[in-house]
């Protein structure tokens, strides 16, 4: 894959693209699509897609830097797993619940 993290801010932030853009890059991070296979898909240029994808990408990097919602996940994401790791020395019915209850974030 060419950027895990672009394909992640593809799904916080892709409705905020246009179309265009949201196959363009998806085509390009998630499925791994050259520009010249893209622009066959998408019915431009190679060029276009450059132009499609450049931008589209300055959208989702201008949305993560005012939002914030991949940086926010990948706390949670640590978080959880510092959980996970102290569960150890709690008694086990404790730690069941804990554990379930870590899940559901």
Do not use: P
Not at 7 to 23: A, I, P
Not at 50 to 77: M, S, T
Not at 89 to 97: F, G, Q
Request: charged share 30%; hydrophobic share 35%; net charge negative.
């Amino acid at each position: 894959m060419k950027e895990i993290k672009y394909g992640v801010l593809l799904d916080f932030y892709g409705e905020l693209l246009t179309q265009k853009q949201q196959q363009a890059l998806d085509l390009y991070y998630n499925e791994d699509y050259s520009l010249l296979e893209i622009g066959e898909h998408l019915n431009i240029s190679r060029q276009g897609v450059f132009e499609c994808i450049k931008k589209g990408a300055e959208h989702l990097e201008h949305y993560e830097r005012v939002l914030g919602l991949y940086e926010k996940n990948l706390q949670l994401e640590s978080l959880k797993e510092e959980f996970k790791s102290l569960l150890s020395e709690c008694d086990e019915a404790l730690s069941k619940k804990l554990g379930v209850l870590i899940e559901k974030l």
